[in-house]
DNA sequence: ACCTGAACACCGTTCAAGT
DNA sequence: ACCTGAACACCGTTCAAGT
């Protein structure tokens, strides 16, 4: 648990690393209100006012734990598929933001401040412009996706917390986890099915 | 300002309406994070503690604060054209929750939360059913199209902040007001299409 | 390069008591 | 029905100083 590999157990000292790893733990167990710089300091046995040395403020420690959940993103596969490939980014996208508690949180409001890394982003744009799209088109569709998958994911998480706490209740319906898990692949079909059908517009009437 | 219609002008004695109302405008002018209790006691000239007598608690002052911003919304007007009633209904959210700053981030967490009224999502679904998808359909596209819109929406006032204060910095680039409209347009047009394609699936290679 | 100590300026919430 | 007063248990952040 310590990288302790130094001459005997004392001086702690942490990378940013460290503390980044620290927070997420912090977060997965007890969730995005008790993510306080005070228990975060507590736990790595360090003053508050230390952390400040790594990162110049909490919203940048949040970034980087949103960045630090991004890079488990299950690596991507191109296929001769544009849809199939941008079902299966959508699937590694959600299952990286249901790996942490509050996962989707904290990444959705990260990169609504502009912060983070935009690898989900691009590489939803990549699967998106294997369709033939063009380079605005595919950045455009890529962001209308991202926002249903953080949406989406963000209320899945917090209906499993809701449940997970109190117990009884709503018998939790037939439909919970199925339909969530349904509802997520419609979303993204509609968006795929709207990607196709705009580049054949003589179809229906697609004008408005 | 005051709706003293009593004796003198002491006992002010606010209803939960006051103090929703206040917080609204303490939202518009100092954005959320300057939305404190302790603040919006000052503003209203009473102790902190009398708030906790109109509210549980500050989450649900936030849903109050929410639903007020959606009862902004215009009203629907229901034409023979579904699709053009969902963009309408589409752009009127847009319009209420731009009416607010940050009103997109209150709206949204609130709903994430599952509190607040469900208008919103209610009037997007009515919308889509006119075009003859069923209740279940409708709902998950509703809820669809509105994850987009608060996630597009939240990003855009964070910009339109960002701006406001870095007067500087980038250009503004030919595309940046223009572009979000156009976004939020495109996105709500692939959603839209999206549903024309899935009760037409012959069109295109539509399973995945 | 990384941390301590001490302080500043705040938070949300509870609860007995007042009118 | 609506509010006061006082307290509890916290927050994020800064900054001089230490090693």
Redesign the pocket.
Known sequence: MDNSEDTGTR??????ED?TRAALSILDELGLP??????L?AV???????????F????S?LAAVSDSILEQLRPATATDDWRADLHAEARALRDALLAYRDGAEVVSSTLALGLGGDQAEERLAAAISRGGFDERISAAAARAVLHFILGHVSREQQHLQASSLGAAREPAGPLDDEDSAGGFEFGITLLAGGLEAYRMPGVASLRT
């Open positions: 001086v702690i000292r942490h990378t940013r503390v008790d993510l306080t710089m005070r228990r300091a790595l046995n360090v003053q508050p006012s230390a952390l400040y040395w790594h110049a403020n909490k919203q420690l």
